[in-house]
């Protein structure tokens, strides 16, 4: 996703489905990876927040038949929310961050997303994806 803005936005939110199978669950998430690649003019920051609300349209798409997790890349700007961190990564970076110190568990219902801003003027192509553990 391109990243043109001093206010983070959205790049990637998932969230914990309040049922599977058509019951509801307890299924706990364990988050453990971040990893973001960025390549552009500027440095840039990502947030990880939980449970901040999502402007624009978001659009939620199952992980996969198998998983509590449903995934958005559509929101735009995010709002409220508690942030958990915030990593800086230069604007020709790859790296892998572990999260596993930082005991983010999502619940039912409950959602995280990676926001990005710029730390200056200019634009930058982020990549982002996280890593979970569903304990059933």
Same mark, same amino acid.
Request: charged share 15%; net charge positive; proline share 3%.
């Given at each position: 996703k391109t990243i043109a803005s001093l206010t983070p936005v959205n790049v990637l939110s998932i969230r914990c489905k309040t049922t599977f199978n058509g019951f509801a669950h307890f299924i706990p998430i364990y988050v453990r990876l971040l990893s973001v690649g960025?390549?552009?003019?500027?440095?840039?920051i990502v947030y990880i927040i939980?449970?901040?609300?999502?402007?624009?349209?978001?659009s939620w798409l199952n992980v996969n038949a198998d998983s509590v997790?449903?995934?958005d890349t559509n929101g735009?700007?995010?709002?409220?929310?508690?942030?958990?961190?915030?990593f800086t990564f230069g604007k020709l970076e790859s790296r892998?961050?572990? +999260?596993s110190d930082l005991n983010i568990v999502l619940l039912s219902g409950e959602t995280l997303? +990676?926001?990005?801003?710029l730390s200056g003027t200019g634009s930058t192509e982020t990549t982002v994806s996280i890593t979970w553990l569903e304990d059933r």
């Open positions: 960025s390549d552009g003019n500027k440095n840039c939980r449970n901040g609300t999502l402007g624009g349209t978001p997790i449903e995934y735009t700007y995010i709002t409220g929310g508690i942030q958990i961190a915030a892998t961050q572990a +999260l997303t +990676l926001a990005a801003r």
